[in-house]
């Protein structure tokens, strides 16, 4: 069965550093997302991206945050200094159209210490 | 505003019936979704409802009123591998948008 893939499934950088987080969405998918969930709170929605552009982002995807979709199969997130508070579970998602579900990658644990 | 609301902790016994409510107030409404997310896991999805009414998938079934901006998952039969959490969320708009607004989760403990 066709996963979205993430990696890497943990990743512990010092405050300040510059991470990417990278995601294999499924294949035919047109619809990209990162959602981000920190210990015990709710998943919180980050960006979605479309057509090759982001197409929402929420008050949490400041200016240090990015995305890319540089080829035909990796969508990635970057920060570009971070926080104590951006220790969180990051999650990749993708889905195929309009009325369909979305589909969650296995998350990457990011600790910034 | 934003809001979904669903009570934070339920448990049941196994081989019962569970049923988890969602109330939601968000500014536009394109589906509700119920995914679930065992600790330390991605959220899996279960179900989703667009229309009024009840759709059924095997032990699961999900209903919802968007009038009364209310949803219900039901879980039958329980087993201890559906001891996890369990979360409402709100497409509000669709197209290219058409992110996810989450609830905080009902974590179910199902218990022997």
């Known amino acids: 069965e066709p996963e979205v893939t993430q990696t890497p499934s943990h990743q512990v950088t010092q405050m300040g550093q510059e991470v990417i987080l990278r995601c294999v969405p499924i294949?035919?998918?047109?619809?990209f997302y990162w959602y981000r969930q920190i210990l015990g709170q709710k998943v919180e929605f980050l960006v979605s991206f479309y057509n090759n552009e982001i197409s929402e982002k929420s008050e949490i995807f400041d200016d240090q945050f990015s995305v890319e979709r540089p080829d035909g199969s990796n969508f990635t997130l970057k920060i570009r200094s971070t926080k104590l508070e951006d220790s969180a579970m990051y999650f990749c998602a993708s889905r195929y159209g309009m009325n369909t579900e979305a589909f969650f990658g296995q998350g990457t644990r990011l600790t910034v210490v | 505003g934003q809001n979904i609301d669903q009570p934070t902790e339920m448990t049941a016994t196994e081989g019962a019936i569970v049923q988890i409510n969602c109330t939601y107030q968000t500014s536009g409404f394109n589906g509700l979704f119920w995914y679930q997310q065992h600790a330390g896991e991605a959220p899996t999805f279960l179900s989703y409802n667009v229309l009024d009414g009840l759709e059924e998938k095997g032990r699961f079934s999900s209903f919802l009123s968007r009038s009364k901006g209310y949803s219900y998952l039901l879980l039958k039969e329980l087993q201890m591998k559906d001891s996890a959490s369990y979360l409402c969320a709100v497409r509000d708009y669709g197209g290219s948008q058409g992110n996810l607004i989450f609830g905080k989760g009902t974590k179910l403990s199902v218990k022997p």
């Open positions: 294949s035919n998918h047109l619809y």
